[in-house]
């Protein structure tokens, strides 16, 4: 059984920086982040795939950075100049297929329970 299970999430003040986790059962798999707030789609922020070449949505490239931990099978989402319009669930997600880094929800199959960004201004 595939787990997910993300940590690091709180609350922070504009500016301010969070580091996310994501604790894996599976490696050398497309991994990735997303976000969404209460009545939007599901937004993908970042994801690495299994050569490690990363991607970014454009709203947070410069400040945030997508990385993985092979020997812990862990991913990390480190979140800089964090801005209240971050604030969101944050998802970690997985995929077995040999795709190149995405930032479609569909192409990620599997999904944690999330964790809770609030920047607050």
């Known amino acids: 059984q595939v787990q997910l299970v993300e940590s690091g999430g709180g609350s922070v003040q504009a500016g301010g920086s969070l580091r996310l986790s994501c604790a894996a059962s599976v490696s050398g798999w497309l991994m990735g982040w997303f976000r969404q707030t209460p009545g939007k789609e599901r937004e993908g922020v970042a994801a690495i795939d299994v050569i490690d070449q990363t991607s970014y949505a454009d709203s947070v490239k410069g400040r945030f950075t997508i990385s993985k931990d092979k020997a812990t099978k862990t991913l990390y989402l480190q979140m800089n100049s964090l801005k209240p319009e971050d604030t969101a669930m944050y998802y970690c997600?997985?995929?077995?297929?040999?795709?190149?880094?995405?930032?479609?929800?569909?192409?990620?199959?599997?999904w944690g329970q999330g964790t809770q960004v609030t920047v607050s201004s």
């Open positions: 997600a997985a995929d077995p297929r040999a795709l190149r880094t995405s930032l479609s929800a569909q192409d990620f199959r599997y």
